[in-house]
């Protein structure tokens, strides 16, 4: 079949167009544009909280190959493994058949970011270092997974609860009480300058005690904890709250304000972070717990 000339203009208009109207794309952490043919439907997910957040957005099924404790929410648990976070099987992405690979910005190995690049995989770099990363993060994996009104949905959920828990960026440090997060004991380490949970310790109205040291996760001395006396201290595990009890000059344990909260609802950066913030926001007075 022949076509005259503006015939077949209009016609590779048309096409052009719904191959448009089909492309999806998103910028990710690093302010690299991604732009896919079509929605991604075979997604491998580089780390438990990028598999949290695509089953936020309802595109849990779209994911074909995940790392070692994806274990939220509980379906995740049957999605094939590539390995843990530090060592995946480029191998296994490759057989996967992935149209995106979601990245761990800085969980991701540089090798295997390095392997991806060469074969030309599309790839989303997904790094949360706020709590507006966080709701730009769900916007744009739903973008990118065909789920554009339910990411918009849910960072609109986002926005709500945080208004509830808008901070007072007036009062100066020394009028909020100090708060100490335990990551690690041995050796004990807490959240750098560059956590994201400063902002939510900020938004519930104290002060992180180590959140001018550089860094996402420091290495700090109990001479300083002792030292600047926090009013409240986060930990893991009742092993960590039991080991403070050696300190009794600590005010947190003269206030009975040494707490163990679950760390997947600290450390994953996920909806789920809005259950940890309520109940720091709780201890540290900030908000009052509803009847």
Same mark, same amino acid.
């Not at 309802?58 to 994911?63: E, K, P, S």
């Given at each position: ?47 438990? /909280? ?27 648990? /049957? ?127 104290? /002060? ?34 039991? /080991? ?48």
């Amino acid at each position: 079949m022949r076509f005259s000339p503006p015939g077949f203009c209009l016609l590779l208009c048309l096409l052009i167009i719904n191959a448009a109207q089909g492309a999806v794309q998103a910028i990710d952490a690093e302010g690299r544009t991604v732009t896919l043919s079509t929605a991604a439907t075979r997604v491998v997910a580089l780390a438990p /909280h990028i598999v949290e957040n695509l089953a936020s957005v309802g595109a849990l099924n779209t994911i074909v190959g995940t790392v070692q404790f994806s274990d939220y929410p509980e379906p995740a648990t /049957h999605i094939p493994r590539l390995g843990s976070v530090g060592a995946i099987s480029l191998e296994g992405i490759v057989a996967l058949q992935a149209d995106l690979v979601v990245l761990w910005g800085s969980g991701t190995p540089a090798g295997l970011r390095a392997g991806i690049e060469r074969l030309g995989l599309p790839y989303f770099v997904d790094e949360i270092r706020s709590l507006e990363d966080l709701r730009e993060s769900l916007e744009a994996l739903g973008t990118l997974t065909g789920n554009a009104e339910k990411g918009a949905l849910v960072s609109k959920q986002l926005d709500s609860v945080l208004d509830d828990m808008a901070p007072n960026r007036n009062t100066p440090d020394d009028h909020r009480p100090g708060v100490f997060l335990q990551l690690w004991d041995q050796p004990l380490q807490s959240i750098g300058k560059a956590h994201l949970l400063n902002e939510v310790i900020e938004r519930c109205g104290g /002060h992180s005690i180590t959140g001018r040291i550089p860094g996402l996760a420091p290495q700090v001395s109990m001479e300083q904890v002792l030292t600047d006396n926090p009013a409240l201290i986060i930990v893991e595990s009742p092993a960590q709250a039991e /080991h403070w009890k050696r300190y009794p000059q600590l005010r947190a344990l003269r206030e009975n304000r040494i707490i163990v909260i679950n760390p997947d609802l600290l450390h994953r950066p996920t909806l789920r972070l809005l259950q940890g913030m309520e109940t720091i926001c709780t201890e540290v007075g900030h908000r009052k717990p509803e009847n």
